[in-house]
């Protein structure tokens, strides 16, 4: 029966990530239009979502050190106020300083969902850390894959200012996460504020120095693949509407392809890497997806599709191994190290944007998937990280 209810949980949280990240999707999401209503240049769409993504990266890890030590259940809810009101303030937004001070509340309310929602993952995991961790991040992908979707068929048709519709979904939202706040509140009653039936931590530590070398390994990895990942999240639309002069909605349903890639690729990384081991997931996904990266540049509509879908899915595997992995270097620091990875991504990925960004507005967006594609080779950095799986169980 215990069980059951952890399951339930687990879908509650997948899909609060889901409405969340799929507001998250309506900033990227509707780019080409603002960006032609308000004059912006690349540089300015590259800070809007510098901005948004600095502004939950930069408080991700307060929120997941502090809930570690003080935990607040319903602070969840609270987040997602602040999403709320966010969403309010861009469908009215009529300058560039109004878009950003808009994504920095949305920005906001996901530094507390993500540390908060992971670590009700853990929890609620039974032992299977990987793959709870995945049917989480699946909600969130399957939000950013539906973002633009919403926004082709409901934003671009009806103007920016129908975006406050997505606030009634916000209101779904914070029913859905005080649902999980009760749940929540009952474990730390039950097991205290940082362990449940289900938590099972790493006991034996590594030496210092591997868990440094180990944490510098995935700085790297994850410097790929967030680099790589907000190139096609924030200029796909536009590479797409350049290079095969696809309509903005045509180059919509492109992105949303990508996206829906990578929630497979997740669920798939996690299931094998609570199988198998974390590292070589996060060998095969993130080294193993530069072949697909380098030929896409060069390709014509059709393979460019295809292209993107597999490298979404292949890449976005990593991101649930890694988690883990980190989690299991420093045990007991669910929260802070999950605050810090994800806001690790999403700082990545705001800086990402704004240099392609100023590099699309000084030479092409064509180049810039040139150059992005190499990214992944740095996959090979993988080779220094040490095998926890062995020395756990072994």
Known sequence: ?????????????????????????????????????????????????????????????????????????????IGMCFTLTGLLLLSMASSFVLV??????????SSVLHPESSKVAR???????????????????????????????????????????????????????????????????????SKSKF???????????????ALLVLLVLMFSKDFYTANIQSYLTFYMIDKFGLSV???QYV??????????????????????GRKYVIWVSILGSSPFALLLPYCNLTWTIILAILVGMVMSSAMSAILVYATELLPGNVGMISGAFFGLSFGLGGIGSAIFGWLADISSIQYVFQLTA?????????????????????
Do not use: C
């Open 100 to 109: 950003l001070l808009s994504v920095a509340f949305v920005g906001v309310g």
């Open 123 to 193: 929890l609620a995991s039974g032992g299977a850390k990987g793959m709870a961790q995945s049917i989480f991040q699946i909600g969130g992908n399957v939000g950013r894959a539906f973002g633009p979707i919403a926004v082709a068929l409901i934003v671009i048709p009806h103007g920016q200012g129908s975006i406050r519709w997505f606030a009634l979904l916000a209101i779904v939202a914070i029913w859905v996460l005080a649902r999980i706040g009760h749940w929540y509140k009952k474990q730390i009653e039950l097991y205290g504020r």
């Open 1 to 77: 029966m215990q069980r059951k209810a952890a399951i339930s949980i687990l879908l509650l949280v997948s899909l609060g990530h889901l409405l969340n990240d799929m507001f998250q999707a309506v900033i990227p999401a509707i780019y080409p239009m603002i960006k032609e209503t308000l004059g912006l240049s690349f540089l300015q769409i590259g800070a809007i979502t510098l901005t948004n993504q600095i502004t939950s990266s930069l408080l991700q890890p307060m929120v997941g050190y502090f809930s570690d030590k003080h935990p607040r259940p319903y602070g969840l809810v």
């Open 374 to 394: 190499f990214l992944p080779l740095l996959g090979i950095v993988t080779y220094f990280l040490p095998n926890i799986r062995e020395k756990i169980e072994n």
């Open 255 to 276: 992105l949303f392809a990508f996206l829906v890639s990578t929630a497979v690729g997740l669920l798939i990384g996690g299931a094998i890497g609570d199988k198998y």
């Open 199 to 213: 938590d099972i931590e790493n006991e034996r530590r590594l030496p210092r120095r591997q868990i440094v070398i």
């Open 249 to 251: 909605s045509a180059s």
